[in-house]
């Protein structure tokens, strides 16, 4: 009997709408799957794309970004900078050779725990189809 | 007609006599035939030895930062100026110091020329099939002498392929300029070698920049080249926390170049010295250029080489594209 | 003295690899490197001098001395496997020559380096002869020549159509005797090694006084340094192609509680080469550091082993971004002093 796949995910979650987000979901007792490590940043400006390639370095399968909406940013405008941050590096890393897939943003509001849910299912699966990431990845 | 080394010469007396400048950046003639590198005068005998040429030469802007150090600093007076001798490429370079707040620009005296673009002596070399004994260069061509024969080249053959992607072939803004003279080289924006790696397989796209990236000996020369790579303390060199370890794993070779041409995102002026330098030939302008292209592409912004004062990563727009 | 013929190169180094693994110059993207060859047919004569030396081969810029699993509970270091045979291919007499350099340091004296005797002691250097040194090289400076033999386990003369093999060691008899069939005796030809033997460099000239390391002792504030320095970049380029330098760091890479400890080069050249806890460098700037490579090349190395810590290769003086010149700084430091 063959094991699935269990992908290692990151995610960057904005401390004032995706990480609420998430205890909503938590607390709303929605189930998504276990792959997922959660990292809690201030804002989703402050994701470095070092951060990114850090984390597929060290052995992550993909990596989320998650944010506020445009325009709910808790300081102003943040998300405005980090989406143009990663339009640039999605292209970058796909470039180097790192698919693309396995990056994402999303825009999660504190309200919005079942889209949180959902989210991290989709992603899940994604990567769980695309298999582990061995791109970049360091070899302990 | 004076040429440009004596009006330069006639120049920089001037300066020093006036006593404008404490300092003039120039080039000189290297141990190594065909060699430029650069040169340092503090008085008008130092600078004699100076000459202009349009072999291929290294960029002098990198070094404003540490010779303005003290000034920046407060250290020493803030009148203090220093000349330099700038190309087009070399503007650029300036400007994103001053930009960046580096340098102020009262503090230089821009010594400007205009550039057709210089020589690559390597090609020469392999048009001739051997080693030039001599090289000299004319109005069109460019003459190598061999050991028996002599070969007539066109300039435009021989010259170097970061010159012909210039952006900037006079600095836009200049104290003194030494000629007057319109550039005639076609300027070309050139993404078709970026297009070909794109066109490629994702797989295809990784062992390519595996096998460049694994040459690297991470001796950073094209970090300490770069004028927008102009940080006080580079993320490199921290040791804590240590984004990037010593070994030169195939992963740490990827963090490396990742690191380092994102940092240059948007704020890169397409100069080509990070290719010049480095040892092992790794083609960093093709990453370079990618960003580039993308931020023109993305944001609509028209000439990513050239230094705004908000750069594309440090402003937005509220109708940036959506997918990613 | 035997003929290898150029055809049958690619047909040796196939036998070879069998047992050992191989070095061999090889082009890729345009640049020639040594590199571990897989492909018998890559191997390529067209380079003056390789991008890297054949330092790579026998200390290479990252070397891992153990790892370490699972430090938690039951620690468990593993030793770096044995290291196989290997045959390093195509090197330039000069890069030969600079091993002898690092046997100085590596073997000789109290300790050595057990890391790089195995690698020593399992490898075989193939040198062949420059047919065109270019205006970087400066080997007959020390004594070395296009045709030099020291340091190579078997020596390549290039010629017309074959090459003329010389060997030197008892290691490089053994080779040839074990592939006996690829080689044929041709019988002494010695007019061929001394037209190597007796070829200048371009800047072979630049002669080196034998007391310059006695000269320089005094010179420690020699407004040259200053001079030199302020053209540097501060980048490491010159130290990391140079097949003589051998300062490393020891470093420890660690993911939870496996990890692995590393030895790595490293360069004088780097401002944190030299930073001590409590942020304090003794050698701040680049002038202390520029000086520093040229006195440990000239004279520190001088004094302790005898010989000049440079074989000429050109490497740091082609690789060199802004013409920071070895042979400039000897000839600077000849006349002034």
Known sequence: MSVKFKPNIICFACNWCSYTGADMAGTSRMKYPATIKIIRVPCSGRVNPTFIMKAYQKGADGVLIAGCHPGDCHYNSGNYFAKRRFLLATRFMNYIGIDAKRLRMEWISAAEGVK?????????????????NWRAREEV | MMTMTEKMREQVKELFVNNEIKLFIGFEKGFTKFSRIPAFAENYDEAKKMIIDEFETPFL?????????????????????????????????IRRLIVDNIILRENIVIVGIPCDGLIDVKKANKLLGEEAREITIDEENVIAKGKTENKIISKAEVVLDRCRQCIMCEPKESDIMLAEKTANVKKNKDYSKIEEIEKMSAKERYEFWSRQFERCIRCFACRDACTACNCRKCIFDITEPEMLEKTVATSEQFMFHFIRAFHVAGRCSACGECERVCPVDIPLGLLNGKLRKDIEFLFNVEEAGIPSEIEPLGEFKLDDPDEW | MNKLLRSNVSCLLKKLSEHTEIYASTEEDGVCILAKLDNYEEWTMNYVRTANSVKDVFFPQNEEIMK???????????????????????????????????????????????????????GTIITIACEKPDQHCFCTSFDLSPGATEGSDIVLYPTEDFFLVVEVTEKGKKLIK????????????????????????????????NDLNEKLKGEFDNSYWKKIARRCLGCGNCTFVCPTCHCFA?????????????RTWDSCKFQDFFLMAGDHNPRPTQIERTRQRFMHKLNYFKEKYDKYQCIGCGRCVEKCPVGVHIADVITHMKEEL
Not at chain 1, 116 to 132: H, K, N, Y
């Open chain 3, 68 to 122: 370490y699993k699972d430090a938690s509970s039951d620690l468990k270091i593993e030793a770096p496997k044995p290291f196989k045979e290997r045959i390093a291919f195509g090197v330039r007499p000069c890069d030969a020559a600079a091993m002898l350099l690092l046997d100085d340091v590596f073997l000789k004296g109290e300790f050595y380096d057990s890391y790089y005797k195995e690698r020593r002691e399992k």
């Open chain 3, 250 to 262: 020891v470093c420890d890479v660690a993911r939870g509680c496996d990890g692995k400890r590393a």
């Open chain 2, 61 to 93: 802007a990198k070094y404003l930062i540490r010779e303005l150090e003290e000034v920046a600093a407060g250290i020493v007076e803030k009148s203090e100026r220093v000349a330099i001798l700038t190309r087009g490429c070399d503007y650029l370079g």
């Open chain 3, 178 to 209: 074990d592939n006996a069939e690829l080689f044929e005796d041709i019988g002494a030809k010695p007019e061929i090694v001394d037209s190597y033997k007796n070829m200048r460099t371009v800047l072979g000239d630049v002669c080196i006084p």
């Open chain 1, 116 to 132: 949180f849910a959902r989210v991290m299912a989709e992603f899940s699966e994604t990567i769980s189809e695309l298999g582990p």
